[in-house]
């Protein structure tokens, strides 16, 4: 059974960076793609930022390009979202999720994803 447990969200001002981190418990960290997902209040649970199973492709939504990465670290089975030049719309839960299908591209779609963590908020006051 593969648990997720997210970090790092907070309170930040416009501008501000954060790091939020995905530690993985189980299974076979990594063999699986690991996609970044957020819910603000009264919306959908939207896509983020994903990487690869083999750390070879990342993919990210474009109201995040240039501002946020995602990265891995397979030794620790953990993987990271540094979020720069955050805005007020980038407040919301963000979660982390593993994909365990053998991929080449990383999914954009919730539906691929198998596990995912409780959630950690991020706050952007303006």
């Known amino acids: 059974q593969v648990q997720l447990v997210e970090s790092g969200g907070g309170l930040v001002q416009t501008g501000g960076s954060l790091r939020l981190s995905c530690a993985s418990s189980?299974?076979?960290?990594?063999?699986?793609?690991v996609g970044w997902f957020r819910q603000a209040p009264g919306k959908e649970r939207e896509f983020v930022a994903a990487?690869?199973?083999?750390?070879?492709?990342?993919r990210y939504a474009d109201s995040v390009k240039g501002r946020f990465t995602v990265s891995r670290d397979n030794a620790k089975n953990t993987v990271y979202l540094q979020m720069n030049s955050l805005k007020a719309e980038d407040t919301a839960v963000y979660y982390c999720?593993?994909?365990?299908?053998?991929?080449?591209?990383?999914?954009?779609?919730?539906?691929?994803?198998?596990?995912w963590g409780q959630g950690t908020q991020v706050t952007v006051s303006s």
């Open positions: 990487v690869t199973r083999g750390d070879t492709g990342r």
């Open positions: 189980g299974g076979s960290f990594s063999s699986y793609g």
């Open positions: 999720a593993i994909d365990r299908a053998v991929r080449w591209y990383s999914s954009t779609y919730s539906w691929d994803y198998d596990y």
